[in-house]
């Protein structure tokens, strides 16, 4: 192996362990009001209203969205399973998408807000205990109705967890990118 691809190597690791513990900071601080100054992401739809009361601290509360979140995945699976055309299937595919993108950004996430973050945290939580990167991706993961086996994949490095939801043609890896053509890129 060459010294070149060894660095290549070593970066994209190193990205991948980046990766998790930026969205973990991003998830895990308390909500603050952002300033109409700031710039402001596309797809409103899947953002949280900055302005919004925060979450009570209620294990409870979170259960009963969790089993809200099953029944309407559920609900889906049920659709899909009756569905009689390959348009119908699409339709319900796309509207499946749809709900889970919206269901992590604007309403587990949100209840994760002020846990604390601790390099062993295995919290299954919000707010009550801390949690680690990894366990904070595959906690989110399973919530969210993935079928993960949550402490072992926490357990792995970003890159193997990963590996293990995707395939490598859906997999982009950046090196010495402008942090515009990164985010160009991603989206």
């Given at each position: ?94 509207q499946s998408r749809s709900a889970v993108v919206r ?61 293990s939801l995707t395939s490598e043609p859906y997999i ?16």
């Amino acid at each position: 192996m060459t010294t070149l691809t060894s660095r290549r190597i070593l970066v994209a690791f190193a990205l991948c362990a980046a990766l998790p513990s930026l969205l973990l900071t991003l998830a895990c601080t308390s909500r603050k009001v952002r300033s109409s100054a700031q710039a402001q992401l596309p797809a409103p739809e899947y953002r949280v209203d900055p302005s919004a009361t925060p979450l009570a601290n209620d294990a409870h509360e979170y259960r009963d969205l969790l089993a809200k979140l099953e029944s309407e995945r559920a609900a889906l699976a049920s659709h899909y399973r009756e569905a009689t055309s390959q348009t119908e299937k699409d339709r319900i595919v796309s509207q499946s998408r749809s709900a889970v993108v919206r269901t992590i950004y604007a309403e587990i996430f949100p209840n994760w807000y002020g846990t604390g973050w601790d390099f062993n945290g295995t919290t299954e939580v919000p707010r009550q205990g801390k949690i680690a990167c990894g366990y904070f991706v595959t906690t989110v993961l399973r919530d969210a109705g993935w079928k993960v086996q949550r402490a072992r994949l926490a357990q792995q490095a970003s890159e193997n967890i990963v590996l293990s939801l995707t395939s490598e043609p859906y997999i982009k890896r950046f090196r010495r990118v402008a942090i515009d053509d990164f985010v160009r890129t991603v989206k």
